[in-house]
């Protein structure tokens, strides 16, 4: 009988080529794409010239990453699988085709990480003092401690679940740390197999007395199974792991009630699809067997480790009290401006009225910017009404209870939540149902679409006359990741932006065609025609034009396509992406004149600048910031929305940005003409764009 690990090596070692015809040369694969960024996360792991706990944050972000890889984008290609779907991507590969490449790529990057895990990080920290030690590596004062703790806060929350023909197989949890037992009864003879789940609310590492030291939780609970299975002997534990599918699948056209869909839906994401299992090494061939079959798994949905399964528990350490292991904090500051207004007891209304201000989240403050314009705005006597979108936020959001405070003094107060921003759904619902009860007027945006832009709308009875003030930003209105990612905020009070962000709320909350925009360009029916027009006009100057974009993700065949056009006529283009990127770069006849980089780094790199060298009617420069990347999704599936800057200041000021992150010898990753990324740049961070970005908005306060 083939055994599993024969079957999952003939798996991921099966020649590629038989998979060679129908592949289109001119775009990447979307999933082997993002394969490719988490892998330039993980390299950042494994750079020794980065502090050490900050690389052990990024294996943890890798791990992360990957999870949500297989609860969205894995799980989606086996429904297709499922559902015997054949329809190729832009790239040219079935969903078959999809997997069984991520197959072989996930194996090869879990080994990287596990060897900078194993013979990296492990040794580095035990030499500066953080040890993770096995039971039998600890003291016996210090096993006296934990067999305490196990005693004390451990056992009374474990449940062994054996599987016999009087208890079912059980259910697993999604992403539940668990260990699979077997149990011997020296009267009988007899084997069983048991499961038990380690407790999720307790820390993975348990710290030691007065010291850095730390033992697996797991390891604590896997020497104590003799007080949950009494006068048994304990034959085989093994440590694993399941990810299931977490994707929702709300019809808002079938769904009277939106709300009560998703809650719905959220109860249903608990009993999703087994899509991946992880085992420690030296698990016995009869257990997997049993794991697999039970989860309705094949061969190639497993990995296994060799260091600790589930590693985003790094996380942990990485936040460990040692300065001299971790990035120099920066404090953020704030704009220069709002900080003069705040000394002379102005209201930021009146900065914003003097010109437009442009903000650089987290360099300069999310909270006494954006937080601070509505909080003064639900205070204001002034202020008649506030509009705005809420995507993603905290769960102790301070712009939610501003918004609930202006609604009890009788503002006029609308909010667009998008009740399906993955993995924050249920965050959301709490926010809307509070807000609700507060008397704030709550929608969900269109039927069939996200509302994924960033804006915010005030009306404010001014001595002159009724005036808009609008926000518009790159990123979610949360304040606790604003702390770590980069993000761009515009407030003005032009007429014409103002004028249009209404129209922008009243398509959103109202009903009708959308509108005609004087100055924004909004998805899902105008962005990508006006990005392809502003590409072609360019395209026009030849070798004179010049385009530059910093997104998060490019996979959108039709912008590509008029990029290539772009690069065959001459233009230099620039691209600065984080993550997906389906364009091919360098190629001769293609894309010769585009080059494509990416940055990352202590902060998670967001904000989304488009820059046009003749995209004025006149040929000036064009500027342009927002929501949206050039995705499918963003581009067809999301209200989305870009805002041209047009004050000389913030034009230099991207300009500036820009000029950082292309700066050759910034630490960064160039997109080779054979598709792959080769780092460049100075070793580490030393020399980074994001702290030369830092130390100019420290030197430059006023804008």
Not at 223 to 232: E, K, S, V
Not at 440 to 452: E, F, I, M, Q, R
Not at 463 to 488: F, L, Q
Request: aromatic letters at 8%; proline letters at 4%.
């Amino acid at each position: 009988m083939t055994s599993w690990r024969q079957l999952l090596k003939q798996s991921i070692s099966k020649d590629l080529s038989v998979y060679d015809s129908g592949i289109d040369a001119r775009i990447i694969n979307r999933e082997l794409s993002w394969l490719d960024f988490n892998a330039r996360v993980l390299s950042l792991a494994a750079d020794t010239e980065i502090e050490l706990l900050e690389r052990c944050k990024f294996a943890a972000i890798f791990c992360s990453n990957l999870d949500e890889f297989y609860q969205i984008r894995v799980a989606a290609l086996k429904d297709r699988i499922a559902a015997d779907v054949v329809a190729v991507t832009p790239d040219g590969r079935t969903p078959r085709q999809q997997l069984h490449e991520i197959i072989r790529q996930v194996q090869q990057l879990v080994e990287q990480l596990e060897d900078v895990y194993n013979q990296d990080l492990v040794p580095k920290l035990a030499g500066n003092g953080v040890q993770i030690l096995g039971w039998d590596e600890v003291t016996d004062i210090e096993r006296e401690f934990l067999m305490s703790m196990f005693e004390t806060r451990i056992f009374p929350v474990l449940t062994p679940l054996a599987v016999d023909p009087a208890h079912p197989f059980p259910y697993i949890s999604n992403l539940a740390l668990n260990l699979a037992v077997i149990a011997l009864d020296p009267r009988t003879q007899e084997q069983r197999f048991a499961r038990v789940k380690i407790p999720p609310t307790l820390p993975r590492f348990l710290q030691l007395p007065d010291s850095n030291r730390f033992v697996l939780l797991e390891d604590v609970v896997s020497a104590n199974l003799g007080r949950l299975f009494q006068g048994m002997k304990i034959e085989q534990c093994h440590t694993f792991r399941v990810s299931r599918n977490a994707d929702l699948s709300v019809d808002d056209e079938d769904a009277e009630d939106l709300l009560a869909a998703v809650e719905m839906e959220l109860r249903r994401r608990r009993f999703g699809r087994a899509v991946r299992l992880e085992v420690s090494n030296g698990m016995s061939q009869e257990v997997l067997d049993l794991l697999i079959d039970e989860l309705e798994l094949e061969a190639g949905d497993v990995t296994v480790h060799h260091a600790p399964v589930g590693l985003s528990a790094l996380m942990q350490l990485s936040n460990l009290n040692l300065p001299h292991l971790r990035f120099k904090p920066w404090p953020a500051l704030t704009a220069g401006r709002l900080a003069a207004a705040e000394e002379n007891e102005r209201s930021i209304f009146s900065v914003i009225r003097e010109r437009q201000v442009l903000v650089h989240h987290p360099h300069e403050s999310f909270i006494s910017s954006v937080e601070e314009f509505v909080k003064q705005a639900a205070l204001d006597p002034l202020v008649q009404s506030i509009k705005m979108t809420l995507y993603r936020t905290s769960g102790d959001s301070s712009i939610a209870r501003h918004l609930i405070h202006a609604a009890e003094l009788g503002k006029q107060v609308a909010v667009v939540i998008e009740l399906k921003a993955r993995f924050d759904e249920a965050r959301n619902m709490s926010w809307a149902k509070e807000l609700e009860y507060a008397g704030v007027h709550v929608t969900y945006g269109l039927v069939g679409l996200k509302t994924h832009a960033k804006c915010i709308l005030v009306v404010r009875n001014d001595s002159d006359k009724m005036r808009r003030y609008v926000h518009m930003g790159t990123g979610n209105y949360n304040s606790t990741t604003a702390r770590i990612y980069e993000d761009i905020g515009f407030f003005t009070c032009e007429d014409a932006i103002g004028s249009d962000v209404t129209e922008l709320f009243n398509y959103l909350t109202g009903y009708g065609h959308e509108p005609d925009y004087q100055t924004l360009l909004v998805a899902p029916h105008r962005l990508r025609n006006g990005i392809v027009d502003l590409i072609d006009k360019e395209t026009t100057f030849g070798v004179d034009g010049r385009i530059t974009m910093k997104i998060n993700s490019i996979s959108d065949k039709t912008v590509i396509e008029a990029l290539y056009r772009a690069s065959g006529a001459g233009v230099q283009i620039e691209i600065i992406v984080r993550g997906i990127c389906c364009l091919r770069a360098g190629v001769a006849g293609m894309s010769e004149n585009i080059r494509v980089r990416s940055i990352l780094g202590r902060y998670l790199e967001h904000s989304r600048i488009y820059r046009f060298e003749h995209g004025y009617e006149n040929n000036e420069p064009l500027h342009l910031i927002g929501s949206a990347d050039m995705m499918g999704r963003n581009l067809d599936g999301r209200v989305e929305a870009l805002v041209p800057l047009t004050h000389p200041k913030h034009r230099m000021w991207l300009d500036k940005v820009l000029g950082y992150l292309m700066d050759a010898d910034a630490a960064h990753f160039d997109l080779q003409a054979d598709n792959s990324w080769v780092r460049a740049g100075a070793p580490g961070l030393t020399v980074d764009a994001q702290r030369k970005l830092h130390d100019w908005v420290v030197q430059t306060q006023v804008r």
